[in-house]
Each structure stands twice: as structure tokens, then as C-alpha cells.
């Protein structure tokens, strides 16, 4: 019980805080023994493994448009989901808590309370020298996924040329109660900053994690992938997605009779579970023809295990998918609308993810080839659609069409964790690549665009973080 009150009264102490960062604590709760740090990365509650304000990914990109029925009042000059599908300039109303921004330095206070203080810490009956190493590990790599988290929404996309001076977000590394800080790191800092943690955790993280949300040596490699990616470090990336799969590389069959099969395929294969959103889900919008395109509605199991509803697409007589006067598709056997709600979907690495980050990698570096692309393809796709044929080397002809096929693959993936406003950001800078996104709104009649590169793939600072810093740059939106 005294284990309980620990948590709870360290959470509800953290979660009060009011300073421009939002992270310094009302009073104090001092953790005095290594099992009581041990308890505070289990957070007490889903709350520190949780991340707010998700409908601005989902709503900002592309595999989703949406309407007044699920974005509300289309007139209230305050709608959060509505300022987000336009990509308003003015995306936060002045000193409305944000709370993707404070959820996660929430978190980072925390993950620096233990990094701090855990080596000193009292060594608990039961709990030896590299449980103490482990935990502080444990707290580096999560650390690390925070500040992945945070840069990657409130500041630029990693440019090796102009890292180094692009502003990122504030470093925080100290529980320190003023919430001080020196303002915001650049990029390059913040990613230097996330690697060192990532890489530094490697040496004591078990192989085994103690729960579904606490890291493993698997779960480091695999976020090194991400970050590597995220930097167009295609070696790294390809290297530390191996070194993942190496430690674990089940895939859940998707192609299953029951949903409880599924859900128990799908959560295994996390490598940490993070949340998105106490309703563990996404319900503001509705998938775009471009998105749905990608799959093969008959076969691919991930259009109906990842949906709420059953059933078959419904066809016209020419062939094409039934929408009704919404513009959404509807199934045979239920009739309801293909309303994407991902339920107990995590946004943190997944195995899967490891194969269509290997699979991308090689399809761009010289030394990864064509059959490198389609063996990792048909070991991720067998447990995904019904009655496959493998894919050879003769179906993708040119590296050029097996970096197509593996970022198609990725993008049907990953439809429902997030990640695709990322993707975004990285692919625009290449010509190729690059997605001008259009919103329609049918009750005004009006379409919204955004084009690649623009500034309002950055989220702007919080009003109530730049009020308590005035020398702290806000980022410039169009």
C-alpha cells in the first residue's frame, strides 16, 4: 500500500505543477529506497506511459480527412480538432495548456528524478547493484523518447546542415523544482542528447522487461532505428533495426479467425507499449482514398483487425468501393462506416516497424539490394494478408520501385500509430517524395492545403511556456 501512495502522490504532485515548463512539483515526495525509483517508472497509473493532444498528429497529416461530425462546432474559434485540420497559425489559443508538451516533460521530470538520484538511493532488501544500473537505464531510454517525441513535433526536421542552429526545445536534465532552464537547445543537441541516452542505456537494459512498458535492450536498438531514420542515417538506422530483430522478431499473425487473437498477436509485438490518449485511440476522422488505395481491401487483415467494425468492403458493379453521400466506405456485412479508431494501439517501437524501417534502408544504400527489400516484405506481409503470394525480385525491377513498395508498406503499417506526420516531414525533402496534403470540409465548402516543407509542420511553443521565458524563440508558422 505504501508502494501505491508513493506513485499517486507523485504523479498528482507532478501533474499540478504551473512553471513555464510545466514540470516542477507543488510539494515533495523523496523516494528514499531503490525500489521506490524502481516504482516510479511503472508510473502508478497509464499516465506517464501516455501521451495527450494526439488528434494534431493524426489530424495534421494525411491518411485521414474529416468533418463536422467528428471535428464539432465549426463556428467555435476555439475548436482544438478544428485548428489542426486547417493548420491554423494560430494552432493554440493564448495560455491553453498543451498537453503533448507538458505530458512529456511531466514524464522527463521524473525520468530525471531517477537518473539523478537512484545510484545513492537506499538498496532495498531484494534489489542488488545491477537493478540500480537497470532502473537508471531503463529511465535514460525512455528519456530518450520523450525528447524524440517533443523535437519531433516542436521544432524542424533533422537537417545535418542546419541542425546545429535550428532551435529544438528546452534540455531539461535536472528534477530541478524552478523548472530552470537555458532556453531552447538546438536540434542537433537535442538528438545528440537522445542517442547518447539511448546508447548509454544499452549497457544495463535486460533482455527481458519487467512489464509491457518498460524497456529492453530490443526497445533501445529499435527507438536508435527510429532516431536514425528520423536523420536519414540509413546505416545506423539498418544496423540498430537488425540488432533489435536479432533480439526479437515474432511478427503477430494478423490472418486469424477471432479478435482476441488478434489483439493478443498485435501486443506481441511491441517492443514498449506508449499510449496515445487515455482512450488509447484516434475517432476525430475518417481514412482518405489515398490511404485505403494502398491495401488490398479483400485480403489485408489489417484493414479489418485494426478497424472497430466487421465485414467485407462492399463493391459497386463496375468494381469500385461503396461510399455513401459522406464519402465513406462502408462494409457488407454491418453497414457502418469505416470509422478508424485504433484501440490499444501502442505509438512506440514495434517489431513490424523494424522490417519496414531494414526494408526502406536497403532500397536506399548501395549495398542493400532488391532481394534484401522483398525478403524482409514477404516476412512482414505473410502474416498480414490471406492467401499471399510471396513477391520476388522480378516484381520490383529497380531499387527506385522497391523504395516505393517499402515506404507503401510502411505507410500501411503504421496507418494507425501516429508516425505518418513524421514521415511526412523527413520524405518532403526529397523532390520525390514530397506530398502536398488537402483537407476538404464539405460543410463550408472549402479545401485546405498544405504544402510541403511548409513552417506549420511545426507545432508552435505553448503562449504559457513563452510567457514565463521571454527570451525564448517562438517557431514561425505561416
Excluded at 313 to 340: A, C, I, L, M, R
Excluded at 391 to 414: H, I, P
Aim: charged content about 25%.
Amino acid at each position: 500500500m505504501k508502494n501505491i501512495l508513493y506513485i499517486m502522490l507523485f504523479a498528482l504532485l507532478v501533474a499540478g505543477c504551473d512553471d513555464f515548463l510545466d514540470v516542477a512539483p507543488k510539494g515533495k515526495v523523496i523516494p528514499s529506497e531503490v525500489k521506490d525509483y524502481d516504482l516510479l517508472l511503472n508510473g502508478g497509473s497509464i499516465t506517464i506511459h501516455t501521451t495527450s493532444d494526439e488528434d494534431l498528429l493524426f489530424l495534421s497529416a494525411d491518411d485521414y480527412y474529416s468533418d463536422e461530425n467528428k471535428l464539432g462546432d465549426l463556428n467555435d474559434q476555439s475548436n482544438r480538432f478544428l485548428k489542426a485540420y486547417r493548420w491554423d497559425k494560430e494552432l493554440f489559443p493564448d495560455m491553453v495548456k498543451v498537453k503533448m508538451w507538458n505530458k512529456s516533460y511531466n514524464s522527463i521530470y521524473t525520468y530525471n528524478l531517477i537518473v539523478e538520484e537512484v545510484e545513492t538511493a537506499n538498496l532495498t532488501s531484494g534489489y542488488y547493484l545491477e537493478d540500480v544500473k537497470r532502473i537508471k537505464a531503463e529511465a535514460q531510454a525512455v528519456r530518450a523518447y520523450e525528447y524524440w517525441l517533443l523535437v519531433n513535433s516542436f521544432a524542424k526536421q533533422y537537417d545535418a546542415i542546419t541542425a546545429v542552429t535550428d532551435a529544438g526545445v528546452p534540455m531539461v536534465t535536472k528534477a530541478d523544482a524552478s523548472g530552470a532552464t537555458n532556453g531552447r537547445a538546438s536540434v542537433k543537441e537535442i538528438y545528440d542528447f537522445i542517442i547518447a541516452d539511448l546508447n548509454q542505456s544499452l549497457e544495463s537494459l535486460p533482455n527481458v522487461p519487467e512489464n509491457k512498458v518498460r524497456p529492453t535492450k530490443a526497445t533501445a536498438h529499435a527507438l536508435l532505428a527510429r532516431v536514425y531514420l528520423q536523420m536519414n542515417d540509413y546505416t545506423k538506422a539498418r544496423e540498430n533495426a537488425t540488432k533489435a530483430l536479432d533480439l526479437n522478431n515474432t511478427i503477430g499473425d494478423y490472418v486469424t479467425t477471432s479478435r482476441a487473437a488478434f489483439t493478443k498477436n498485435h501486443e506481441s509485438e511491441q517492443y514498449m507499449y506508449r499510449y496515445y490518449g487515455y482512450t488509447r485511440g484516434f475517432t476525430k476522422g475518417y481514412a482518405t482514398d489515398d490511404l485505403i488505395a494502398l491495401f488490398d481491401k479483400d485480403n489485408d487483415k489489417r484493414l479489418k483487425w485494426m478497424l472497430r467494425e466487421y465485414g467485407y468492403w462492399k463493391k459497386n458493379e463496375d468494381g469500385s468501393y461503396f461510399k455513401d453521400e459522406n464519402n465513406k466506405f462502408v462494409y457488407v456485412s454491418t453497414g457502418q462506416y469505416t470509422n478508424y479508431t485504433a484501440r490499444n494501439i501502442s505509438h512506440c517501437v514495434t517489431i513490424p516497424e523494424m522490417y519496414v524501417i531494414r526494408a526502406e534502408c536497403n532500397a536506399r544504400l548501395s549495398d542493400g539490394t532488391i532481394q534484401n527489400v522483398v525478403d524482409d516484405m514477404n516476412t512482414l506481409r505473410r502474416m498480414r494478408i490471406a492467401s499471399y503470394t510471396d513477391l520476388t525480385s522480378a516484381d520490383l525491377s529497380t531499387k527506385k520501385e522497391a523504395l516505393k513498395f517499402a515506404l507503401d508498406e510502411r505507410r500501411r503499417e503504421m496507418m494507425m500509430s501516429g508516425m505518418r506526420w513524421f514521415d511526412l516531414k523527413r520524405l518532403n525533402k526529397e523532390p520525390e517524395h514530397a506530398v502536398t496534403i488537402t483537407h476538404p470540409l464539405k460543410e463550408t465548402n472549402e479545401v485546405f492545403t498544405l504544402a510541403p516543407n511548409s513552417n506549420n509542420y511545426v507545432f508552435p511553443i505553448p503562449v504559457d511556456v513563452l510567457n514565463f521565458n521571454a527570451d525564448m524563440e517562438q517557431n514561425i508558422r505561416d
